[in-house]
């Protein structure tokens, strides 16, 4: 139990990705906080599923694109569990559209939810991820943000921005022995991948030297991995995509 009396928040962590890893946490002995902004049986549904388990997890609505819900999030977290050591930005949406078609909301939501919230996360925790003694900053990009992707421009820049973003941030926080990193999945069986269209689908996995489309289990190792072992790693990208983009 390598993450025992750890305390994670795991954003859009409901569903998908955000769930596996919550699971993988939790299952290590951290006390996981499911952050969603609306799916809140399904978060109810994984706290349920985790107390039963004999797991410590509470689920708490904001969304992270706006910083004062963010700000309660995490003192939220802070009054019921006392601490914070792990933060996992895994929120994100799509609005696919050629840029021609691409509104000025489709840009700006998608930049909020998907960038934008990294700030308002880590802005809110820093102080206390300082009082911890090895905190973890772990945020979840994509191949998209490396390799770009039609339709995308929205979804990339924010993805890539990220990166940057976890460049920067572990340059100024090693000091203070905060690993700052980015996992990059790369098609991953989740419901955004179930959108798309089957004939899509297979023109992608034949893409991928692995041919099969990840699972969310998958990620969730790598970022377990960060958490448990990663004390010398920041600043990276961790790419797990089936040699899609090496």
């Given amino acids: 139990m390598d993450l025992v009396n750890r305390v994670a928040i795991v954003t859009g962590g409901a569903k998908g990705i955000g769930k596996a890893i919550a699971f993988s946490l939790a299952k290590k002995g951290a006390k996981v906080v499911i952050n969603y902004n609306s799916s809140e049986q399904s978060a109810k549904a994984v706290v349920d599923e985790l107390t039963l388990e004999g797991y410590e997890a509470l689920a708490v609505q904001a969304n992270v694109a706006e910083f004062e819900q963010t700000k309660a999030l995490v003192e939220r977290t802070i009054e019921h569990f006392g601490r914070l050591d792990i933060i996992v930005n895994n929120a994100g949406i799509t609005r696919d559209r050629t840029f021609k078609k691409l509104s000025e909301d489709d840009w700006h939501e998608v930049i909020n939810v998907n960038l934008s919230s990294v700030y308002n996360t880590c802005n809110a925790a820093l102080p206390h991820l300082l009082e911890s003694d090895n905190a973890r900053i772990i945020n979840i990009s994509s191949v998209i943000g490396q390799a770009g992707g039609f339709g995308q421009t929205n979804y990339s820049a924010a993805k890539a921005g990220m990166i940057g973003f976890t460049k920067s941030l572990a340059i100024e926080l090693a000091k203070s022995n905060i690993t700052v990193n980015t996992v990059c999945p790369g098609f991953i069986e989740t419901d955004m991948l179930s959108e798309v269209p ?37 600043g990276q990208q961790i790419n797990v995509n089936g040699g899609l983009y090496v």
């Fill in 198 to 234: 089957e004939n899509v689908k297979e023109q992608i996995k034949a893409k991928i030297p692995k041919r099969r489309f990840g699972t969310a289990d998958e990620i969730a190792k790598a970022v377990l991995y960060l958490c448990q072992d990663g004390e010398y790693i920041t």
